[in-house]
Structure formats: C-alpha cells, structure tokens
C-alpha cells in the first residue's frame, strides 16, 4: 500500500502559476505509474496528466497541454504538477493517485488517492 500527501494548493489569479506535490509514502513509489486528477464540486474526477514510473513519460488532457507539466522525483518519491497560465474557472481540488497501469486516464485504473488540494483561480 502506499499513502499519498498533496500540497502546493492556494489562491492564484488568471494567467498565474502554481505547483502541486504530492509526497508518497509505503510501497516503493517507483513501483507505480503516477496521475493527477481534478475535481469541480457535485462532479466527476477529470483526468489532468500522467506520469510513467520512470519518469520518462507523460500524458495530458487536451485542456492542459502546453500549460502543465507533471513530472516525478523517484529519489524524493514526490510527483509534480507545475501549471502554467491558469485559467479563471473558479474552484477546484486537485488529486493525485498512484496505479499500476500506465498512461491511464480513468480513475477507477488508479488504487490508491490523497486526500486532495484546492486551488482557487480567481478572474
């Protein structure tokens, strides 16, 4: 099993940057392929972007691409989200879960979540 911890949330205007952590614990973390997700309040977790165990590949929801990035430190067992250029669309809580599958982009192909942390983009 291993246990994940987000950080890095906040309040942030249109056009700003911010970057999440996610801080893993238990299991080896290298052992899992990495994912961040978000979720608006009374909807669905989306998927943002993926990170292979490696590192060495990544993937995006077509809404992020070119403005975040995700990346891993396996040395620190940390998971990254640096987001670029947000957008004003109101108030969000960012997860992040670790699976076995690769590149996957539903969340019923992760087993394991933090707790969540809220970013506010304000206009």
């Known amino acids: 099993q291993v246990q994940l911890e987000e950080s890095g949330g906040g309040l942030v205007q249109a056009g700003g940057s911010l970057r999440l952590s996610c801080a893993a614990s238990g299991r080896t973390f290298s052992f899992y392929n990495m994912g961040w997700f978000l979720q608006a309040p009374g909807k669905e977790r989306e998927f943002v972007a993926a990170v292979s165990k490696s590192g060495g590949s990544t993937r995006y929801a077509d809404s992020v691409k070119g403005r975040f990035t995700i990346s891993r430190d396996n040395a620190k067992n940390t998971v990254y989200l640096q987001m670029n250029s947000l957008k004003p669309e109101g108030t969000f809580v960012y997860y992040c879960?670790?699976?076995?599958?690769?590149?996957?982009?539903?969340?019923?192909?992760?087993?394991?979540w933090g707790q969540g942390t809220q970013v506010t983009v304000s206009p």
């Open positions: 879960a670790a699976g076995i599958y690769a590149m996957a982009v539903l969340s019923t192909q992760y087993q394991y």
